[in-house]
């Protein structure tokens, strides 16, 4: 403890105790450091969701900055509502698969209706399809789907990666995969009677088509090309030699 000297009324100064803190004493259970929060009522980070069309003035919109908000909103701009339900009721009528509730992207996250589509379609083009609800075997149908439908025609152009589906990143290239699938099985499998869907997709279209030159093996000279340049049929030595 420490004091300090207190005059008093006969002029002498008494010595008064004052209480210092103690080290051994623990802080109050209430007591919190300056500048804490409370985590149990610290309010959660949005979540963001890229699936669908963000809304503007949403937290979800709020998280997304430039170039990444850009590309969103120009896959917004393209995205077609209508084209989803069309292809949403094909699917239901091939594969005997209903949405139900669900969302497009919920409904085909796990890619057992795409593969059930495929296989409707050309029966075991899908060998084995996953049920398991984990995400790597969840992947592997949806790369079971994206195969079939290659060798069913439909052009790389018109694929989409695995995450444009099962993290919802671009939901609007599954709906153009769909829909360029139920053009390319009208030409490449003709014995499918199900319902038509789309335009009638060459399957000739795609695929890479050979350059009718040949290989540029000399970088140096660029793209020039060799001029095939006639021998004039009227000199005396072209006529000594071819008609004579």
């Known amino acids: 403890r ?6 008093t009324a006969g002029g002498k100064a008494s010595r008064s105790a004052s209480p210092s803190p103690d080290p051994r004493r623990s802080p109050s259970p209430s007591a919190k450091p300056r500048g804490s929060t409370d985590s149990s009522q610290a309010a959660p980070p949005p ?7 963000v809304q503007e003035g949403t937290p979800n919109e709020e998280c997304m900055y430039g170039i ?3 590309l969103k909103a120009k896959q917004n701009a393209k995205y ?8 949403t009721e094909w699917i239901e ?3 005997n698969q209903k949405k139900e509730d669900k969302s497009f992207a919920e409904w085909l996250k796990d890619g057992q209706v795409l593969c059930a589509l495929v296989n409707a379609i050309k029966p075991g083009i899908v060998k084995k399809v996953n049920t398991s609800a984990m995400p790597f075997k969840q992947m592997e149908n949806i790369t ?3 195969n079939a439908a290659r060798e069913l025609g439909v052009p790389e152009s018109s694929m989409f990666g695995t995450p444009d589906l099962y993290e919802e990143k671009n939901i609007g290239s599954v709906v153009t995969c769909l829909f360029q699938l139920g053009g390319a099985i009208q030409v490449s499998t003709p014995e499918f ?14 695929k890479d088509k050979k350059r009718g030159s040949g290989l540029l ?3 140096s000279s660029g793209f020039q090309t060799t001029m095939d340049v006639a021998r004039p049929t009227d000199r005396a030595d072209y006529c000594v030699r071819h008609m004579g």
């Open 193 to 206: 009677k199900g319902p038509k869907f789309g335009l009638a997709l060459n399957h000739a279209d795609g």
């Open 93 to 95: 009528a091939v594969a």
């Open 80 to 87: 077609d509502p209508e084209l989803e339900r069309e292809v």
């Open 144 to 146: 079971y789907f994206m």
């Open 217 to 219: 093996t000399d970088m």
């Open 2 to 7: 420490v004091g300090y000297l207190r005059p």
């Open 68 to 70: 990444d908000k850009d």
């Open 47 to 53: 979540k963001i969701n890229t699936g669908r069309p």
